[in-house]
């Protein structure tokens, strides 16, 4: 409103005086004309009507009254000002901009959705920064094989941040499965979980770590699993990173995530093209189904299984991007596969590992590429429905339909490369396998600058191969080509990609590429003797 006086009233309106004035005159008139005529009966008329008269001011007011605004209770009366003031007297939310309708509010973090993992220990903020005091949770002990929990797997986000200076520190870096994995890490965030980009990160207390020497995915023996761990001391290393993000909520993750909604859209998605079959092989432990896609015509048995461990999830997205392939109509080189062999993917061997935020472990705490084989770990009888079925119903459409070749999709922590893991050390090796072995690889390295010969694993030595392992298994029971292929968590060097390190898109590539390589070896998986 203006500055000048207030408006007059409305015609129809009186004043609460005024309507006092006329009422008490219009009474008293009213009593002493009729005491004059009728002394007796104006008495007793004058008195009710002065009865009726006090009434009507009691009620005049009280509705008076009830036209006046009360004062509000002071929790209101704050409320009421701050609605009313400027947007210079609002204090602004850190990191937004001036008349922002956004509310200052403490930086949170939070794990609790599909995949995720992180322990929040605490969060300060002293107006300068806010420190994010974190610890990754571990899986649940894995009996009989590895015997000990793993963790390295964490996927968060961090909420109320934008325009902070915001530092993550995870503190049990130490206690991880592959400690040693951190080192030269970055880890992975985004704004939008479509776009993933890496966030320089360093160790922090650092110490050494012991050297490992890993044999074909780590398949050593129960025995000798303890040896693996961090050197004394390496505990107290801390894994640290800052920024300052655009956003108010930001994701962090070991990995790109591949999420289980994802997992059911895509199958869905290819389930419906022509030639495709979709086949359910039975529930997991949590209930979940285990997927399996099928397609091509042709007599050679190709297989594709991706994430028995679930915190590897770059191999899933190897495994959408296989498919995708196969799924173009128009890629003559797909066609020709889809001819000569019947192709079956399970692009998520783990799903409830998946979805708990596991790094290697199902729902059970089973490590499922050591479910393949039973008595390897004394007595361990594997795979079995209780606490491996995901494995239990893979075998057992391997046994139904045969096996020409298996790739065993995996992801490494510590070396920066991809690359084949054989099964040189099975019982029935021989130099037909090796042979194509050699020519699959060199196959591989035709068809993708991203894959390479060279870095990997030490070979088993003969006889000396892990058969719980499922390469190792396949190979021995089919005499077939099986590998494990193996992809980075850090980078694929060379090339570096500063940005994004290996990542969702150019796994998705990698997978598109077997193809090529499958289709190069056509001529040996066909004469192999079984």
């Known amino acids: 409103g203006g500055d000048g006086a207030p408006p007059p009233p409305p015609p129809h309106t009186r004043e609460p005086g005024l309507g006092l004035g006329w009422g008490l005159g219009l ?185 490992m020497t890993r044999f074909n995915s780590d398949a050593v023996t129960a025995a000798t699993a303890g040896k693996l761990s961090a ?39 290819l389930a419906a093209l022509p030639g495709f079959t979709h086949v359910n092989l039975g529930p997991t432990l949590d209930g979940r189904t285990m997927d399996m896609l099928i397609t091509g015509t042709g007599p050679l048995n190709i297989w594709l299984g991706a994430r028995q461990h679930p915190g590897e999830s770059m191999a899933e997205w190897l495994a959408e991007g296989f498919l995708r392939r196969l799924a173009d109509p128009h890629d003559p080189k797909a066609k020709e596969l889809l001819r000569i062999a019947t192709v079956r993917v399970v692009p998520n061997m783990n799903p409830d590992g998946s979805v708990r935020g596991h790094l290697r472990t199902n729902a059970a705490g089973a490590n499922l590429n050591r479910e393949w084989w039973g008595g390897v770990y ?48 099975i019982p029935r090796w021989n130099d037909d396998m090796q042979r194509l072995l050699d020519h699959f690889s060199e196959a591989y390295v035709r068809a993708s600058p991203d894959f390479q010969i060279g870095l990997g694993y030490e070979k088993d030595l003969p006889g000396e191969a892990n058969l719980s392992v499922c390469s190792n298994a396949i190979a021995q029971k089919f005499g077939c080509l099986a590998v494990t292929l193996e992809q980075p968590f850090k980078d694929a060097c060379p090339p570096h990609d500063d940005r994004y390190g290996w990542s969702g898109p150019r796994a998705m590539r990698l997978g598109a590429a077997l193809v090529d390589a499958l289709l190069d070896t056509r001529e040996l998986l066909e004469s192999q003797e079984k």
């Not at 993550?168 to 993933?196: H, P």
């Not at 800052?242 to 990995?255: D, G, R």
């Open 27 to 211: 009474g008293l008139g009213l009593g002493l004309g009729f005491g004059c005529r009728c002394a007796a009966r104006g008495a007793f008329r004058g008195l009710s009507l002065m009865r009726q008269l006090l009434l009507g001011v009691l009620l005049l007011r009280t509705s008076t009254a009830l036209r006046q605004p009360k004062p509000l209770p002071p929790q209101f009366a704050r409320a009421f000002t701050q609605a009313k003031a400027t947007p210079t007297d609002i204090p602004q939310a850190v990191g937004t901009s001036s008349g922002s309708d956004k509310m200052a509010a403490p930086p949170g973090a939070s794990s609790t959705f599909d995949a995720g993992n992180i322990l929040v220990k605490d969060i300060t903020d002293d107006g300068e920064e806010a420190v994010f005091r974190l610890a990754i949770k571990p899986d649940p002990f894995t009996h009989g094989t590895d015997k000990r929990s793993h963790m390295q797997w964490f996927y968060f986000r961090a909420d109320n941040v934008q325009g902070r200076r915001c530092r993550f520190v995870i503190e049990n870096i130490g206690e991880c499965s592959y400690a040693a994995g951190f080192e030269g890490f970055n880890t992975v965030a985004s704004y939008d979980r479509e776009d993933w980009f890496r966030v320089p990160s360093a160790l922090d207390k650092q110490k050494a770590f012991q050297p």
């Open 231 to 269: 050197a004394p001391g390496a505990e107290e290393t801390h894994l640290v990173w800052s920024m300052t993000p655009e956003q108010n909520t930001v994701w962090f993750a070991y990995w790109t995530p591949y999420d289980w909604e994802r997992h059911m859209k895509v199958t869905a998605e």
């Open 378 to 425: 004394d007595d361990y009888e594997a795979p079995t429905l209780e606490r491996s079925p995901e494995v239990y119903y893979v075998m057992r459409a391997l046994e139904e339909y045969g096996c020409d070749a298996y790739i065993d999709v995996h992801g490494d922590e510590i070396i920066e490369a991809n690359f084949f893991a054989g099964s040189e050390g």
